[in-house]
């Protein structure tokens, strides 16, 4: 059975990306993250809470599971 996602905001995710290496850099309607020897960037929407395919894109571009994912919001 697949892991169910948590409703979390973007502050959130934004934070535990960054416990996963990924440096936010700018902040506004959307925070950006970058991580070395990645060639693309994570947009995150600065909302209250995201969207769960959203917030499964996300985590896939990223390059986790959503249970070390989960792990990184603890």
Not at 7 to 20: D, K, P
Not at 33 to 46: D, W
Request: hydrophobic fraction near 40%.
């Amino acid at each position: 059975m697949p892991e169910k996602l948590p409703q979390v905001s973007g502050r959130r995710v934004a934070q535990a990306f960054a416990r996963a290496g990924w440096t936010i850099r700018e902040e506004g309607p959307h925070i950006i993250l970058t991580k070395a020897g990645v060639r693309y960037n994570l947009s995150v929407p600065n909302h209250r809470s995201l969207k769960k395919g959203t917030l499964r894109s996300l985590i896939r571009k990223a390059g986790l599971t959503i249970a070390e994912f989960i792990q990184l919001l603890s």
